[in-house]
Each structure stands twice: as C-alpha cells, then as structure tokens.
C-alpha cells in the first residue's frame, strides 16, 4: 500500500486542516439567518441545508464569501422533482470548498404548483450560467437577473413544456407526427448564430496561449 | 404495416423514354460507376460513429469500397450515412444537409437508432430518420459491427445497379411539403408507434 496523501484526510468531506465541518457551517448559517434557515439534515455523511426561496441568495453569498466558510467552487446546480406531489420541487446547489476541503448541499423548496423562480447565482459562480440554463430548459424554473436565460438542451422555440417535470409524459404531449413537424419547422440558425459560436467573436476573452496559437496558425481575423 | 408508397410523382416537364439496348447499356455504365465510387457524408452522432470509424479504418478499410474520399461537405457527397441516434433537435441539420447533396444520393441508416429510435423512446428522438429523410437501405444492430455496415453498403451496391434511367421518379427529390412533413403524419406516428419492450413502457406515459 502505498502511503496516503497528506491532503487526503480519512473521514471524507469537511475533516481538512483546520476546517470546520458541516455542523459548524449549518449553526453558523441558523444564528446569521434565523429567517432563511429551513431546516438541515445530514444523509450519508453530507450535510444538507434547506432554506427559504427569499434568503436564498444571500445566504449563498455569504457561503461564497464568509471567511469561515469559503466555498468557493459551484459543483453543480440541479432541481429534483419527486413523485409524491406533497412534496416541493427542490433547486440543489452542490458547493465546495476547494481550500477546505468541505462539502455542503443547499435546497430551496419550492411549490410544483406555484411560479417557479428564484434568484441567479451567476453573479456569484460563472459557471451557474449553463447550470441555470439547464435548469429552466427541464424544470421551468426561472431564474432572475439570469444574464441570458435561453434553453440549452432543447432548441430555442422549444414548445412542448419541460421534460423533467413529473407531469410531462415520456414520450412527450404532441402526436410524433406534431413533433417532427415543430422541429423541422425550427430555424437553428435564428437563435445559435454562427457569430455566436465564432472563435473571432471570442478571441479577446481567450487565454493567452490559446491566442497565440491561434494567431501563429494563422487562424484569426485581422 | 400498410403505409402508403411515398410520393414520387413525377414532374410534367420529365418525357419518359422505353428501355432500350442503349440505355441499358448506359446504365450498366452509369450504374457501375457511381457503385463503386460513392462519396459518403458522415453524420455521426453516437457510438455507431465509432464503428463506422472502425469501418473506415486500415482492417476493415471502406476504400475497397470506392470510398476512399470521406466527403464533409455534403455538396460533394453521394451517400449520406447517418451513424447515430438522432435527436429532435438535429431534425433540420439532417434535413438541411439532405437537401444539400446534389442528385444522384443515397441514404443509409445505421444502427438501431437511427433506423427506429432504437432504445430511446422518449420526447426528445426521432423515431427513424426515415421519418425525415428517404432512406435506402436499413442497417440492423446496437451498434452493427463493421461486417454489418460493409453489407449495407454492399447492398446499396447492388440496388444501384438495378437502377435505370428510364424511371426518372428515381432522381426526384422529396421535399418537405407546405404542411412542414416529408412524409403523411399518419405515416409518421405509424414508424413511430412504441415495439417491443417499449410497448411495456408505462413510467408517465
């Protein structure tokens, strides 16, 4: 056997160098938001934190940026819709603390029967852009102040509903023959323009070595 | 199943002419080389791409077969071979690049998906490409190995062969009509009724 990584402490998720763990985080986040904290439970070792639709952003936020709890890395973004219809369609955000090596899951509960928004994290996580996106493709959940909330699994003009929710048949609404015709009848290019998808248009927003690469093959627009 | 033929009217302008010793013989001409020197456009979507790669590759080498030249351009292509399961979404891309290629073309369907849906009966597959484009020849399997491609390509071999210049109906393109369908819808939901285990398929549906 070979010896372990220091980094690498048994234990798992939140048993780092000098890391809190998730119960630290989860009295940390009731005492600051008596209002936002829901509830939270701990399932297979990972700390599961339920909060209000309202608090939702901020305690985010403050989850990003309290130096205490760091989490600095958005692993994913995703709803759940269950087939018992008393419970709530829930938003997940899976976060990660990269310098401390902690995990902790937030739930917002939302009513499957009424609006489904909540507030974007992009301006917090970047990567939250294509993660929300998904989202609202297959859940319909809206999410405010998202800088460009279109579809991104199903084509843009997409009209049949969101096929994750549990009240969406398998096989879809329409007739295949309804079906084939709204999507030969899509016109790909009227939302994914090839400007959009151009490396020219991109090219100041590239890394470094990539630009060069390009521009010593010859492969930039003057 | 009692579909009804696809349309293939052919245009007022065409003036058919009878069989004769010299259009056969210049179909024989015509036949055997567009046979064997079919460009093929790849369209390959899923792990069926991969076994055409296998195809194309050194052991089993599809240049045998007059398809040296992989054509990625569709305008250069005689036979667009649709190696993958096709999503909704890549409806008018495959359309698009069909109505592309210039006369004569062809169509193979390789795989299961491609040719029926395969497992994924769901919202977001075309059940059939068939249900988008014409499709001359049908290759079974998940995915076929390259034996199995090589015999579809072989097959469409031989059905070129049997071609004739005397029916015109042959280079007539089968567009998409006003109604935005290829084909009639009752058609459509006929290729695309459940079979098989998805019969049995009753999550939400």
New interface residues.
């Given amino acids: 056997m070979s010896e372990a990584h220091p980094d690498l402490v048994p234990g798992g998720a939140g048993a780092g160098d000098g890391a809190t763990d998730g119960a630290d985080t989860v009295t940390a986040l009731r005492a600051r938001f008596p209002d936002g904290f829901v509830r939270a439970v701990v399932m297979s070792g990972q700390t599961v934190v339920h909060v209000t639709k309202a608090s939702a952003h901020a305690i985010l936020e403050w989850l990003q940026q309290d130096p205490a709890q760091r989490f600095d890395y958005l692993t994913d973004l995703t709803c759940v819709e269950y087939r018992d219809p008393e419970r709530p369609l829930e938003v997940v955000y899976q976060l990660r603390s990269l310098s401390r090596k902690a995990d902790v899951r937030v739930k917002i509960p939302l009513d499957p029967q009424g609006p489904l928004d909540v507030q974007s994290v992009t301006d917090l996580w970047s990567g939250a852009n294509w993660l929300e996106r998904e989202a609202w493709d297959m859940f319909g959940v809206r999410f405010k102040d998202h800088p460009d909330l279109r579809r991104i699994?199903?084509?843009e003009g997409y009209a049949?509903g969101f096929?994750l929710r549990?009240s969406?048949?398998?096989?879809?609404h329409w007739?295949?023959?309804?079906?084939?015709?709204?999507?030969?009848?899509?016109?790909?290019e009227a939302y994914y323009s090839l400007e959009e998808l151009s490396i020219a248009e991109a090219y100041g927003e590239l890394p470094a070595d990539v630009r060069d690469r390009l521009a010593k093959a010859g492969k930039v627009l003057p | 199943m009692g579909l009804s033929p696809l349309s293939t009217a052919v245009p007022a302008t065409h003036e058919t002419i009878s069989p004769n010793w010299i259009t056969t013989r210049l179909d024989f001409i015509a036949n055997w080389g567009r046979s064997n020197s079919l460009w093929p456009m790849p369209f390959g979507t899923a792990c069926c791409a991969i076994e055409y790669m296998a195809t194309a590759a050194s052991r089993y080498d599809l240049a045998r077969f007059g398809m040296e030249r992989q054509s990625f351009s569709p305008r250069q292509a005689d036979v667009l071979i649709c190696a993958g399961r096709l999503p909704?979404?890549l409806?008018?891309?495959i359309?698009r690049i069909w109505d592309q290629m210039p006369q004569p073309k062809w169509c193979i369907s390789m795989g299961a998906c491609a040719s029926s849906g395969g497992i994924f009966?769901?919202?977001?597959m075309?059940?059939g490409i068939d249900?988008?484009i014409p499709v001359d020849v049908y290759v079974p399997g998940c995915p076929p190995r390259p034996e199995g491609l090589l015999y579809g390509i072989m097959l469409l071999q031989k059905k070129i062969m049997g071609e004739t210049m005397v029916d015109p109906s042959l280079r007539v393109e089968q567009l998409?009509g006003p109604?935005?369908?290829?084909r009639r819808?009752?058609d459509?939901?006929e290729?695309?009724e459940?079979f098989g285990n998805s019969v049995h398929?009753t999550?939400?549906?």
């Fill in positions: 699994l199903m084509w049949e096929p549990k969406f048949p398998l096989r879809g007739s295949r023959a309804e079906q084939t015709r709204q999507a030969l009848d899509a016109n790909p | 909704f979404k409806a008018p891309v359309r009966d769901n919202y977001a075309v059940q249900t988008i998409v109604d935005g369908l290829f819808p009752a459509i939901d290729i695309s459940p398929q999550r939400s549906a």
